[in-house]
């Protein structure tokens, strides 16, 4: 992925509304922009736009289904996204560890006078 693509992923996923309808997606199989509006607190108008940038970043795929699209997660893109958030975090804690030792070091070198 490139870094543009990242970002974009990074935004769609940073979005509550637009989880709530990846967990939807997940729970159900698919939905179309009807059904969850129905189940969340949004119009059936922001849904479908939640859903569009999640097509976009590919997170989800549409299919026709009547007058309405049915989506569904791509769960090879959704493991992607996780990856990277689990090496985002694991970089962060390594830099947290290093802050707490200089920390505790510091601490320390006062204690000692």
Request: no cysteine.
């Amino acid at each position: 992925m490139s870094a543009a693509v990242d970002d974009d992923l990074w935004s769609a996923v940073g979005d509550p509304t637009r989880r709530r309808i990846l967990d939807l997606l997940l729970a159900d199989g698919n939905g179309t922009a009807t059904s969850l509006s129905e189940r969340l607190p949004v119009t059936r108008q922001a849904i479908a736009k939640h859903l569009g940038v999640l097509d976009r970043v590919g997170l989800v795929h549409a299919a026709p289904y009547g007058r309405e699209r049915r989506y569904q997660v791509d769960e090879a893109q959704l493991a992607r996204a996780v990856a990277q958030l689990s090496a985002v975090g694991a970089a962060w804690d390594s830099r947290l560890q290093r802050i707490k030792r200089i920390a505790e070091a510091i601490q320390r070198s006062r204690d000692d006078q």
